[in-house]
């Protein structure tokens, strides 16, 4: 069987500038091809795993980071390395018998790190839903549980493509001294990454928060989502998503809503300069106390506030579940509005009155300024 190896044709009718190189440019050519056919055959078979994957989960959110979406390209770097070694063999290149004895570290280095992604991320997988199933049942704080299981999955994989170098042939003394002078340098280059994981572990040491705590971080309000090494998200109430490296969660006030079970409602209220003191102060504290989430009614506390340019403002302070402070806070409310409209208590708001020259005289006009209330 002729090799391919060499060139088919004679070079005799090409002129002598190309018969010199013209052995070199079949062998690239063959080479290049070579290449084209095992990508296509590799890139089937990394959509035929996905393929077979996804019939698996009833989405793809599900699928993404799952182990047969992790699978796909090492199988498609398995079938490509498969079908060069194939290719230059039955091709007839002379490098084909060391691709041949290459290819059992190939392989088993292709296996740790395969074993490895899987293994890291059925233990992850399986700490945060452990995780989960603690905090929904029996209120089990689950923020150091999902930090570890982000840090042992980086550990299984570290050691694991630590294992495959030397299975490629690399001695251990040798890796361990190259591993730790390119630790070095990607330390000095990524100073700001080393900071956010050193700021997460402080926030899974003293957890100022927890995964499920309504916070205010800088200018942003909203739930903990998720921590991990290195950065920390929040979801805010219409549902975005917003993103702090750690080392800026660490640096910045942090305001914790929901740590104690329950908070306290500081609310203001306007009245006319006539109203009866005693009276107003007497409904606000009824109303408070007759809410069935305000709690501690003996501590439910009203007065009076400030002596305003044209309201007296009421304060009233009662305690609520930290859980429901806004619809306690938007019931009351409601319930004082309707109740001072009972009982005759003015809720004042600011006039203008304004004064137009006509001639000699002047006309007093005064207009409500209705859109801003007490």
């Given at each position: 069987?002729?090799?391919?190896?060499?060139?088919?044709?004679?070079?005799?009718?090409?002129?002598?500038?190309?018969?010199?190189?013209?052995?070199?440019?079949?062998?690239?050519?063959?080479?290049?091809?070579?290449?084209?056919?095992?990508?296509?055959?590799?890139?089937?078979?990394?959509?035929?795993?996905?393929?077979?994957?996804?019939?698996?989960?009833?989405?793809?959110?599900?699928?993404?980071?799952?182990?047969?979406?992790?699978?796909?390209?090492?199988?498609?770097?398995?079938?490509?390395?498969?079908?060069?070694?194939?290719?230059?063999?039955?091709?007839?290149?002379?490098?084909?018998?060391?691709?041949?004895?290459?290819?059992?570290?190939?392989?088993?280095?292709?296996?740790?790190?395969?074993?490895?992604?899987?293994l890291a991320t059925w233990?992850?997988?399986?700490?945060?839903?452990?995780?989960q199933r603690a905090h929904?049942?029996?209120?089990?704080?689950?923020?150091?549980?999902?930090?570890?299981?982000?840090?042992?999955?980086?550990?299984?994989?570290?050691?694991?493509?630590?294992?495959?170098?030397?299975?490629?042939?690399?001695?251990?003394?040798?890796?361990?001294?190259?591993?730790?002078?390119?630790?070095?340098?990607?330390?000095?280059?990524?100073?700001?990454?080393?900071?956010?994981?050193?700021?997460?572990?402080?926030?899974?040491?003293?957890?100022?928060?927890?995964?499920?705590?309504?916070?205010?971080?800088?200018?942003?309000?909203?739930?903990?989502?998720?921590?991990?090494?290195?950065?920390?998200?929040?979801?805010?109430?219409?549902?975005?998503?917003?993103?702090?490296?750690?080392?800026?969660?660490?640096?910045?006030?942090?305001?914790?809503?929901?740590?104690?079970?329950?908070?306290?409602?500081?609310?203001?209220?306007?009245?006319?300069?006539?109203?009866?003191?005693?009276?107003?102060?007497?409904?606000?504290?009824?109303?408070?106390?007759?809410?069935?989430?305000?709690?501690?009614?003996?501590?439910?506390?009203?007065?009076?506030?400030?002596?305003?340019?044209?309201?007296?403002?009421?304060?009233?302070?009662?305690?609520?579940?930290?859980?429901?402070?806004?619809?306690?806070?938007?019931?009351?409310?409601?319930?004082?509005?309707?109740?001072?409209?009972?009982?005759?208590?003015?809720?004042?708001?600011?006039?203008?009155?304004?004064?137009?020259?006509?001639?000699?005289?002047?006309?007093?006009?005064?207009?409500?300024?209705?859109?801003?209330?007490?």
């Open positions: 069987m002729t090799s391919l190896a060499q060139m088919p044709f004679s070079t005799e009718a090409l002129p002598v500038w190309l018969q010199s190189i013209a052995p070199q440019i079949w062998f690239v050519f063959i080479a290049v091809l070579l290449g084209l056919v095992s990508y296509v055959f590799a890139y089937i078979a990394k959509h035929l795993v996905r393929m077979i994957g996804r019939r698996r989960y009833s989405n793809d959110q599900l699928f993404i980071g799952s182990s047969w979406d992790l699978a796909a390209p090492l199988v498609q770097l398995l079938v490509f390395l498969m079908a060069v070694t194939a290719g230059s063999e039955a091709v007839g290149f002379d490098f084909a018998d060391q691709l041949v004895g290459y290819w059992p570290k190939a392989l088993a280095g292709l296996v740790i790190v395969g074993a490895a992604v899987l233990i992850n997988n399986s700490l945060r839903s452990l995780a929904g049942k029996n209120r089990v704080d689950d923020t150091l549980i999902g930090f570890a299981a982000s840090m042992i999955r980086y550990a299984i994989l570290g050691v694991a493509i630590i294992m495959a170098m030397i299975q490629f042939g690399f001695a251990p003394g040798s890796l361990i001294a190259i591993v730790g002078a390119v630790g070095l340098a990607i330390a000095l280059a990524l100073q700001d990454t080393l900071k956010a994981v050193a700021a997460g572990f402080m926030i899974a040491a003293f957890r100022p928060f927890r995964i499920g705590d309504w916070v205010r971080i800088a200018d942003e309000e909203g739930e903990i989502a998720q921590i991990t090494p290195f950065n920390t998200t929040i979801k805010q109430v219409d549902n975005k998503v917003v993103l702090y490296s750690n080392d800026q969660v660490w640096g910045s006030p942090i305001v914790n809503f929901t740590r104690h079970l329950r908070r306290r409602l500081d609310l203001y209220y306007g009245v006319h300069y006539d109203t009866d003191l005693d009276q107003a102060l007497e409904v606000l504290k009824a109303i408070a106390n007759q809410h069935p989430l305000v709690t501690m009614n003996d501590e439910t506390w009203v007065g009076v506030h400030e002596l305003g340019d044209w309201a007296i403002t009421l304060r009233l302070r009662a305690w609520v579940p930290t859980r429901e402070f806004v619809q306690v806070r938007a019931d009351i409310t409601k319930s004082v509005k309707q109740e001072f409209d009972k009982v005759g208590i003015e809720i004042p708001y600011p006039h203008q009155v304004e004064y137009v020259r006509e001639g000699l005289g002047l006309k007093r006009q005064a207009n409500d300024v209705s859109d801003e209330t007490g």
